[in-house]
């Protein structure tokens, strides 16, 4: 019974995003049908037909994406169409052109039509949802997080959404920072399948979170269980640091971003420190100032901006605690730069950080060289 119930949830859904608006009229105009579909993750089509007493000379498409933004963008569009009182036309939006939306997001859509007459008329608004029809979702909430999967078994999901939850707990209790909203996390069965659901991926993609959207997708199955509850945690520390800091002004230096999400997750793995000690050994420690840059693609020194970055947030919380930490979330909220939210908090700019971190870092990951200059 559960099954059939989830199967005409789904012909439900799609018959509802298929089906035509109503009929509207104004003058000698009338919109007889106004519909989209999509195809998943490649195009997203808008279609419509319209009459009207009088030639239409002029029809115009608009759409806005439900996504979070200090300004509403809504795109309009002039579809190729033959000047006639009745007219059917439609517009592919190729997502391949724009870029990719991730599953779930909802587009809003209206039309504009006018005739010879002068007369004019908008339709309603309308919603399509954008979502990835190739499995049979699952869903399993908690909180503030909607967990989707499709592979597995209940105790798999429930096995990651109580891994992402304490990994949230964690982060609150020592930093105070938490989820506001609401976010979407799509568990497919291997990163191929999730990959599918892009445009254009990189082959070693194995997750990615789209923070304007509050969704994330990740690969995770059996093979992968150890990596994949990690990377969900760090994947949504990310979206929690967007949450608690998203400002029009400016964003977060990469290696408090990235330091709060390794943080997250436990305590430094092997793979990191070993970088780690070996850079504090040779005294080729990156400064803080050049840690606010996005990372390396070298894969060998990713792996130790990584591991610094953890170890400043490691600094940080144990030294001044987590009021200190929220504190700083709360003014790199307000649009603050890099070194004025530091100066602010702490009383220290990133090069002061630098220098106070590094006894720390040299004592803890390398104490027989306590003492010496890095």
């Known amino acids: 019974m559960i099954k059939k119930l989830g199967l005409l949830a789904v012909i439900t859904a799609l018959i509802a995003m298929l089906a035509p608006g109503p009929v509207q009229a104004v003058g000698g105009i009338s919109i007889v049908l106004s519909s989209a579909q999509s195809q998943f993750p490649l195009t997203l089509t808008f279609n419509l037909q ?3 007493s009088a030639p239409i000379t002029d029809v115009r498409l608009h759409y806005a994406v439900e996504r979070d933004s200090f300004v509403k963008v809504v795109s309009e569009i002039k ?23 991730p599953t779930g997001t909802v587009v809003d859509y209206w039309w504009t039509v006018s005739d010879s007459s002068g007369s004019s008329l908008s339709s309603e608004q309308q919603k399509v949802s954008f979502n990835d029809t190739r499995y049979t979702w699952r869903r399993l909430s908690g909180g503030n997080i909607n967990l989707y999967w499709y592979s597995g078994d209940a105790a798999f999901a429930q096995g990651l959404l109580d891994t992402a939850q304490q990994g949230l707990a964690a982060l609150e209790k020592n930093t105070g920072a938490e989820l506001s909203k609401p976010v979407s996390v799509y568990i497919y069965n291997n990163a191929n399948d999730m990959q599918g659901a892009m445009i254009f991926p990189q082959d070693w993609t194995g ?3 789209y923070p304007a959207y509050s969704t994330i997708v990740i690969g995770i199955n059996g093979s992968n269980l150890a990596w994949g509850k990690g990377a969900l945690v760090h994947e949504l520390t990310h979206m929690v640091d967007y949450q608690m800091t998203d400002n029009p002004y400016s964003g977060l230096p990469t290696w408090l971003d990235e330091g709060l999400a390794m943080y997250s997750q436990g305590a430094l793995d092997s793979s990191f420190l070993g970088f780690l000690t070996a850079a504090i050994n040779q005294g080729t420690l990156i400064s803080v100032r ?11 020194l990713t792996y130790l901006e990584y591991a610094e970055s953890y170890s400043l947030i490691d600094y940080l919380v144990s030294t001044y605690g987590q009021a200190k930490m929220l504190a700083l979330l709360e003014t790199f909220r307000q649009g603050s730069t890099y070194d004025d939210a530091l100066l602010k908090v702490y009383g220290f700019d990133m090069d002061g950080l630098f220098s106070l971190w590094k006894p ?15």
């Open 290 to 300: 050049s840690l606010a840059s996005p990372f390396s693609a070298n894969a060998g």
């Open 50 to 52: 319209a009459q009207s």
């Open 360 to 374: 720390y870092a040299i004592q803890k990951y390398a104490p027989a060289r306590a003492g010496a200059t890095v």
């Open 207 to 209: 997750g990615a979170t």
């Open 79 to 101: 579809p190729v169409f033959t000047v006639s009182a009745s007219v059917n036309t439609s517009y592919a939006w190729d997502m391949r052109q724009s870029g990719g939306l």
